[in-house]
């Protein structure tokens, strides 16, 4: 639609001709079309007045598809469309509604969206049918795709020719659970969707790549058949792409579901992995395999998006030496991002992944307020740094806003107003996005502003005030207080400063669009007037001439309500019927005595009639109308191209904030909760591992929301004498929870967190391991005993000395003799070969004389206990120095509820037959 539609008030010949074709046709129901309307039918909606179409109408139904589209066309692009995308629902657009035909309509409508499906008669004979509303296109995307996991295909309509009656219909884009971008479809925006490809490289390793087509976070690395499986658990990706040869895939899946992971694996041809190389992969340093994924990945995202990709950095290299190693086994037993309950869940699903699930590490330290912020701190718990250098640099940042308290709560009231430029900058890049979505950059462009001047503010000062320890009360208490609250550093203040510097407002950009886009704008791009009336001459004037029109009728329908004495006329339209005069069934013969006037449908209490009048100035209201939508779309995609050309700032700022959020998240739980900042050792083979009245982050929050006392306990391992505790004590001791408070706090820390405890002075991990709980895996036919002992097998085979490994009751579950034997044998191991360190907690008290002293970096220490000698007992859940003889296992039955008569038999049968009584609980 050209611009110049309406000049001073007169026609143009397109216009003109637009009447003189309506003068020339017959007045029936669809004479004259509107520029961009159509009509539908389908057999799943219901017109106002209570009609269903499209059921048994035959061949003149085909009519209310649009104006002029016959359905063997319609028919025609279903069947190239489906022919190929075989593997993909098909959605085909026909007016207001998305249609499925053939099998599909009864498989997927049927079935899986609950729809009706009915018979549609052509020329060629039946075909099943069903559809939707077009507006409801999202939902039915989340339930194809975000829960069964289900690939679509949408077929959409294009009128290049708004005088035409003829739609043309192409596939513009093919969504998967990976390449899911749409808000409303992902579950959780604060969690990355990343479609990953595996790729075969040399000997037994694997490439990588993993991309999150929202966000453009993309990502390669190299892993082995190994530690695949716990790769899958830390990326956690919705979708990977893999040669259907690739074995090692599946078996990865099958161990990953241990984190609570389900992607759907996707085959794609072996083609896909050796194409040309991008040019984005040509300045990356990446190995063979790193490029064969990276190519899959990118070839699968450009061929879903029909050769559109989003703007994208080079991959960053993922380096596992960098980085913790936190197998699927571990991940779960810690429940770091799922809780236990997850190993319960459903297999085959790939629902979105979850938003933290309480009761886990990373919704008890999760108070971050923006999308990119829950991302970052996300990642950087299932991934900890190895690296000094950037875990002092994360727990500068924390202290800074430790003590910095006003900065930091200014900025905080400020996040909450922080959208998802990362996702906005992608959708609209894949022409995804709309007006909503440039309002999000620039609300969030001026949340920048301010938070630079905040931060500005602060560093122009004369003197930033910093909060330092209170003076008096003791030595210990001073050491505590400047432990949580240390005096920042040069080097501190130079990173916070850095970051201020790098953040850039971009207010051209704001003003632009602020000035152009209505605050209260559609999210859909389709809906009319989402710009300000004002926002440029063009538009200006064109609203202008619409209100006249819109005066018009308004003067119209009163005047014919005047010279009829109808009350009840009034004009309208349908896509159906066209433009029609609508009176009462008592008023109808009033119009019918003018010739001007020709009925065309008498319904139960009203007649419609057409005019010549109301046709043509409806005509020019929506060919006025389309012109704004002409000019609507222009300045659009003008501001979506000045923001796609400042994409790289915005994507800085993002990650700038995230940062920011991430600390200040940190900072508020550690100044709640009286969390430390840790010491890193500077010299593993000499410093010791300590930790001062450490506490278990998530059991401490559940037993203070309960008004309850955590009891806190100290652990250290003095290298090189001290490497492994041994660690003995009753059931229900808390010596689980100690075991596991042990690595949570070295995960913390090398996160960049600060700790639960009032000291804390600690070595960097390469890897934590677990071997703790108890389940069975019925998909790999394996008992509960051979998943315990696959998964030690792991640990004995990759733990290094400078790993942590900690292990619960090794060797249970068998016949006691062959447990005790495979619990010895797997301490031996760890203390002579992996010279890691480790804690080994135990029942089998008659492991302890062939441990102590024989094994001479091992520490004994118990979980303790109260009795008062009458029968009373107490956990104390204290961890000290020592050896517990009982395991009180007959008392934790007896408070579990067993009843009386089989506790008494128990006692009686190890009085007389093992001889144990003194092992047992009192009588009562």
Do not use: W
């Given at each position: 639609m050209a611009r110049s539609t309406t000049v001073a008030g007169q026609q143009v010949p397109l216009l003109r001709r637009r009447r003189q074709q309506a003068q020339q046709q017959h007045w029936g129901p669809r004479a004259v079309w509107a520029a961009g309307r159509y009509s539908t039918r389908s057999a799943v909606a219901r017109t106002d007045d209570g009609e269903e179409p499209g059921a048994s109408q035959g061949e003149e139904a085909s009519d209310k598809m649009g104006p002029g589209i016959s359905s063997s066309a319609?028919?025609?692009?279903?069947?190239?469309?489906?022919?190929?995308?075989?593997?993909?629902?098909?959605?085909?657009?026909?007016?207001?509604?998305?249609?499925?035909?053939?099998?599909?309509?009864?498989?997927?409508?049927?079935?899986?969206?609950?729809?009706?499906?009915?018979?549609?008669?052509?020329?060629?004979?039946?075909?099943?049918?069903?559809?939707?509303?077009?507006?409801?296109?999202?939902?039915?995307?989340?339930?194809?795709?975000?829960?069964?996991?289900?690939?679509?295909?949408?077929?959409?309509?294009?009128?290049?020719?708004?005088?035409?009656?003829?739609?043309?219909?192409?596939?513009?884009?093919?969504?998967?659970?990976?390449?899911?971008?749409?808000?409303?479809?992902?579950?959780?925006?604060?969690?990355?969707?990343?479609?990953?490809?595996?790729a075969r490289a040399d000997g037994d390793a694997l490439g990588l790549a993993w991309l999150d087509v929202a966000t453009g976070d993309f990502m390669t690395g190299v892993s082995h058949a190994v530690s695949l499986s716990a790769d899958v658990a830390r990326i956690r990706p919705r979708e990977i792409l893999a040669d259907a040869a690739c074995a090692a895939v599946r078996r990865a899946l099958d161990a990953a579901h241990v984190a609570g992971t389900r992607p759907r694996v996707t085959g794609v041809a072996a083609a896909s992995f050796v194409g040309p190389e991008p040019a984005l992969l040509a300045c990356a340093e990446l190995s063979g395999g790193e490029k064969a994924a990276a190519c899959a990945v990118l070839n699968y995202v450009a061929a879903t998006q029909l050769g559109l990709l989003p703007p994208l950095q080079p991959p960053t290299r993922y380096c596992a030496e960098g980085h913790m190693r936190i197998s699927a086994a571990t991940a779960a037993a810690l429940e770091l991002v799922q809780p236990a309950s997850a190993l319960a869940a459903p297999r085959g699903s790939s629902a979105p992944a979850p938003a933290p699930a309480p009761h886990t590490l990373l919704a008890e330290i999760d108070r971050t307020r923006t999308s990119a912020g829950a991302r970052l701190l996300a990642k950087r718990l299932t991934a900890p740094s190895t690296e000094r250098a950037i875990i002092e640099r994360r727990l500068d940042l924390v202290a800074f806003f430790n003590q910095t308290t006003r900065v930091r709560d200014r900025i905080y009231d400020r996040l909450p107003n922080i959208g998802d430029v990362e996702r906005a900058v992608n959708k609209l890049s894949l022409n995804c996005g709309g007006p909503l979505d440039l309002l999000e950059i620039a609300r969030t462009l001026a949340e920048v502003a301010r938070i630079k001047s905040i931060l500005a503010e602060h560093f122009d000062s004369p003197a930033p005030v910093t909060r330092e320890p209170a003076a008096g009360g003791g030595w210990l208490a001073r050491r505590k207080a400047a432990s949580r609250h240390c005096t920042l550093d040069p080097e501190a203040l130079h990173l916070v400063r850095a970051k201020e510097r790098a953040l850039q407002p971009l207010e051209p950009l704001v003003r632009d669009i602020e000035l152009k886009i209505r605050p209260d704008a559609d999210r859909d791009l389709r809906v009319f007037g989402f710009l300000r009336a004002d926002c440029c001459p063009e538009i200006t004037l064109l609203h202008r001439q619409l209100r006249a029109k819109d005066l018009e009728r308004e003067k119209l329908q009163l005047k014919w309500q005047i010279h009829y004495k109808c009350g009840t006329l009034r004009l309208d339209t349908t896509p159906a019927l066209g433009h029609f005069i609508e009176v009462s069934k008592r008023d109808s013969e009033k119009l019918m005595e003018d010739a001007d006037f020709r009925m065309i449908q008498s319904l139960k209490s009203k007649v419609r009639f057409v005019n010549a009048r109301w046709t043509n100035l409806l005509s020019e209201i929506e060919i006025l109308r389309s012109a704004i939508r002409a000019e609507e779309i222009r300045v659009f995609d003008d501001l979506k191209n000045s923001a796609l050309e400042a994409s790289a700032a915005i994507r800085t700022n993002s990650k700038v904030l995230a940062d920011f959020d991430v600390a200040i998240s940190m900072s508020l739980i550690a100044c709640d909760r009286q969390y430390t900042r840790p010491r890193l050792a500077a010299d593993p083979s000499t410093d010791s591992h300590l930790i001062v009245h450490g506490r278990h982050p998530v059991v401490e929050s559940q037993l203070l929301a309960a008004s309850r006392q955590y009891v806190s306990n100290d652990c250290e391992f003095a290298s090189p004498d001290a490497r492994v505790l041994l660690l003995t004590g009753p059931n229900m001791g808390g010596k689980s929870t100690f075991l596991r408070q042990t690595a949570l706090i070295s995960i913390l820390a090398q996160m960049g967190s600060f700790v639960p405890a009032t000291d804390a002075h600690l070595h960097i991990f390469d890897a934590i391991y677990s071997r703790i709980g108890a389940h069975d895996n019925v998909a790999l036919d394996q008992s509960t005993f051979m998943v315990e002992m696959s998964e030690t097998a792991d640990i004995l085979r990759h733990a290094t000395d400078r790993s942590l490994v900690i292990l619960d009751e090794i060797g249970r579950g068998t016949a006691t003799a062959e447990g005790i034997s495979i619990a010895y044998a797997t301490l031996r191991y760890l203390h002579d070969r992996t010279r890691c360190m480790a804690i080994f907690a135990t029942h089998y008290h008659e492991l302890v004389p062939h441990v102590v002293p024989a094994l001479t970096a091992v520490r004994p220490l118990q979980t303790k206990v109260f009795e008062d000698g009458l029968g009373g007992f107490a956990f104390l859940h204290k961890v000290g120095p020592g050896i517990c003889q009982k395991s009180h296992a007959l008392y934790v039955a007896q408070i579990a509820g067993i009843p009386k008569e089989v506790l008494a038999a128990a006692r009686h049968f190890a009085a007389t037959q093992l001889n144990t009584t003194r092992s047992l609980c009192p009588t009562e």
């Open positions: 319609v028919l025609k692009t279903a069947r190239e469309y489906r022919q190929k995308y075989p593997g993909s629902v098909l959605l085909v657009r026909v007016g207001d509604f998305y249609e499925l035909y053939f099998e599909q309509a009864d498989s997927v409508g049927g079935e899986l969206l609950g729809l009706q499906v009915v018979d549609k008669k052509f020329r060629s004979g039946t075909v099943r049918f069903t559809g939707f509303p077009a507006r409801s296109l999202l939902r039915y995307v989340e339930l194809l795709v975000g829960r069964h996991g289900l690939s679509v295909a949408l077929c959409e309509q294009f009128q290049d020719d708004p005088l035409s009656r003829t739609f043309a219909r192409r596939v513009t884009r093919v969504i998967t659970p990976g390449t899911l971008i749409e808000d409303q479809c992902v579950g959780d925006t604060r969690v990355h969707n990343y479609v990953m490809a595996v």
